[in-house]
């Protein structure tokens, strides 16, 4: 073999074992807090996000979300304001789970900054338990949680698994939550549910119109339309609708991308097709709120059909997610989501 055989053999070799590095799975570490009630969840020894369930948060919730390279992918407001974070909706926070009108209370909405006389028109989901946490090359988290009026008596029990993975340039969550109705449990269609996410500024759609943002000190300052150079992100669905006409529409996954740094970042949700009403229909916002929705399907299609769910009390129903965040040189691809979504349909 001549030495130029031979230099493209090791080349080829090289380029194989950096695709086999970059494909591989790399450890996770649940941690449960001794001291506050927070799991944090670690990925090849780096932070990747913190489940929080304290009593001053009306819901439970993932926050912050890192992307491999370390890029905050989440708003930090309200919890962490970032310079350049919008200060709006407070009650966006990391990923979330809940919905705007079960029996006539209003989950999604519920945050600090609902007056009090107007407290009971809203609920809370509580979380009394953490069921299990595991370490390794898939990490697991699993807790109990009551969904209740103010009053604190209980409409939903929610028990969820997350299953955490990821390699040098991707981190996956597959979320598995299933809702059982402990009296009569109506959700009644609207727009804003089920599953949730608040991204960073980087990845909203550049908007015309004026906006509101804040310092890291908290100082709000308005940005005019036009002005905002730091929103460079949209959408594209597996169904292929992009930008701001993602919204209302149904498909397998939608997802999110736009420039960090130097980096192209993604996230992704995708859908499973045990899950009601699939494919859902994608409340993606282009300021900041990307969500699935199957139960808002009234408002999604202009009041041509609606899809309300009732739970008798004792019934259940199971909602399934998966997920994806990836940062790298390029943002992942349609055929690699879909690829993923038709590995996740077999969970």
């Not at 090359?137 to 993975?165: C, D, P």
């Not at 192209?264 to 300021?287: E, L, Q």
């Amino acid at each position: 073999m001549n030495k130029f055989k031979t230099l493209g053999f090791v080349i080829a070799i090289s380029a194989l074992s950096s695709v086999t590095q970059a494909q591989k799975k790399e450890q996770v570490k649940v941690v449960k807090s001794a001291t506050e009630n927070k799991v944090d969840v670690l990925i090849g020894g780096k932070p990747f996000t913190s489940f929080l369930y304290p009593d001053s948060l009306e819901k439970p919730v993932l926050y912050p979300l890192h992307a491999a390279n370390g890029t905050l992918v989440t708003r930090g407001f309200p919890l962490a304001p970032r310079a350049g974070d919008p200060v709006d909706h407070p009650h966006h926070i990391g990923i979330w789970f809940n919905f705007e009108n079960l029996n006539g209370l209003d989950f999604w909405n519920n945050s600090y900054a609902i007056p009090a006389a107007k407290k009971h028109l809203y609920g809370w989901i509580r979380t009394d338990k953490i069921l299990e946490t595991k370490s390794g090359a898939t990490g697991v988290l699993a807790y109990h949680a009551n969904w209740t009026n103010q009053q604190k008596e209980i409409i939903l029990e929610e028990t969820t698994r997350f299953e955490f993975s990821g390699d040098q340039n991707q981190r996956i969550i597959d979320r598995y939550t299933t809702l059982k109705a402990n009296t009569e449990a109506v959700f009644k269609d609207a727009k804003d549910g089920l599953l949730g996410l608040r991204f960073a500024h980087e990845l909203q759609i550049p908007d015309t119109a004026d906006q509101k943002y804040t310092d890291d000190k908290g100082n709000v300052t308005i940005v005019k339309g036009g002005a905002d150079h730091i929103a460079n992100g949209t959408y594209i669905t597996s169904a292929g609708k992009t930008g701001n006409d993602a919204w209302s529409t149904r498909a397998v996954w939608c997802k999110v991308y736009g420039k960090m740094g130097a980096d192209s970042v993604s996230i992704a949700i995708i859908d499973h097709p045990k899950n009601v009403n699939y494919p859902t229909f994608w409340h993606a916002r282009g300021y900041g709120l990307f969500a699935a929705n199957p139960l808002g399907e009234k408002i999604f299609t202009n009041n041509k059909s609606a899809k309300n769910l009732t739970l008798e009390k004792g019934e259940s129903v199971t909602f399934r997610y998966r997920i994806v965040i990836n940062s790298g040189g390029q943002t992942i691809s349609t055929a690699q989501l879909n690829e993923l979504a038709e590995v996740f349909a077999k969970k």
